[in-house]
């Protein structure tokens, strides 16, 4: 276990591959943790690859500060750990939360990303109203009295009877409530739409067919903003594709890795 002691947050990070290959920087979506990406880091080139996992503030091992959060915060965090971890330049794959944060750090250091993989996530992610309801249930009664439903939105059914989702069911549950609703409440008064679209460098969208989360459609929206750039949707998986068809998810990341970002010796 890795801790990085930052300015304002403690960030529990993992790495695997290659130390002196091109970085790929991982970061996950709400009431997950680094192990998001388990079955997709063997699936991709050990050689060549430098592959980096971290667990956002008040999730995983990592530090859960007070709330509210933002995601001007949950970028400087993870500026901060690449800063750290003397990364000069990465290609950086955001899932839901972690692909808004994926277009905000793109925004600022434009010669830190040099490819971007926006998975399931958008320039604006639902409605305050809908998340600030989302908040007071779980202030009032946890996040066990969501948990049902989140996981319908993150599976799909037939996953969502196998015995790995009760697994699922039980990081989110045990997510802290204040780093849940910390990450919440900086969804919730996030809009990137004027950055992202004046974004300039390789992008892969990536969609789950049944995802009610962050619905295809408003991927590929937030996708079609940045020029060049393309999208691919993963049928039969939900919100976390990565989990329900990783071998796909792998082999779209190493297509847009070699043929979008010409990354060689991998």
Known sequence: MQIARLKTVDLHWSEDGDPDGIAVVFANSLGT????????????????????????????????PASPYTIDALTDDTE????????????????????????????????????????????KLGTADMWQERIDRIRKDGI???????????????????????????MLTRTPVEGYIGCSEAIAANDLTASTS????????????????????????????????????????????CVEQPDIYAGHLVRFFKEDLNVGAI
């Open 33 to 64: 943790d680094l192990r998001l990406w388990d079955k997709v880091i063997p699936l991709l080139p050990q050689k060549g690859l430098r592959l980096i996992r971290f667990d956002k503030r008040g999730h995983g091992l990592s530090s859960c």
């Open 198 to 241: 004046k974004l300039k460098l390789p992008v892969l969208g990536i969609g789950g067919e049944h995802d009610l989360a962050s619905p295809p459609d408003l991927v590929r929206a937030t996708t079609d903003l940045i020029d060049g750039s393309r999208y691919v949707e993963i049928g039969n998986a939900g919100h976390l594709p």
């Open 144 to 170: 066990e009295a969501m948990a049902d439903a989140i996981l319908e939105r993150w599976f799909g059914e037939e996953f969502r009877r196998s015995d790995e989702a009760v697994a699922w069911r039980n």
């Open 80 to 123: 901060q750990l690449l800063d750290r971890l003397r990364v000069k330049t990465c290609i950086f794959v955001g899932l839901s939360i972690g692909g808004i944060i994926a277009q905000l750090l793109a925004s600022r250091r434009p010669e830190l990303v040099k490819g971007l993989v926006l998975s399931n996530t958008a320039a």
